[in-house]
């Protein structure tokens, strides 16, 4: 029985218009993750130093309202991480 032939495969060259474009890796948000991690901090310091000076400082006339302004920055963190791609 006769042997077939073995074609062999040029090599792939991509288009000339192709090679010209720029792919751009960086979205452009830079600030995302720095302004994510420091609502994070920021919320947790609040809570923090409530507790630790027993309600005197961050502002007492809030009172236990400060617990509320802590967790609210922590949760502006999360809004702001879902801008993070």
Not at 27 to 32: A, D, F, I
Request: aromatic share 12%; glycine share 8%; net charge positive.
């Amino acid at each position: 029985m006769p042997k077939s032939r073995i074609r062999k495969k040029d090599d792939f060259t991509p288009p000339p218009a192709a090679k010209q474009q720029n792919v751009r890796l960086s979205s452009g948000r830079r600030w995302v993750a720095p302004l994510m991690l420091a609502m994070f901090a920021l919320g947790l310091a609040w809570i923090v130093v409530f507790y630790v000076t027993r309600g005197d400082l961050p502002i007492s006339a809030l009172h236990n309202w400060n617990i509320v302004i802590g967790f609210g920055f922590i949760a502006a963190g999360f809004v702001v991480s879902t801008q993070w791609k």
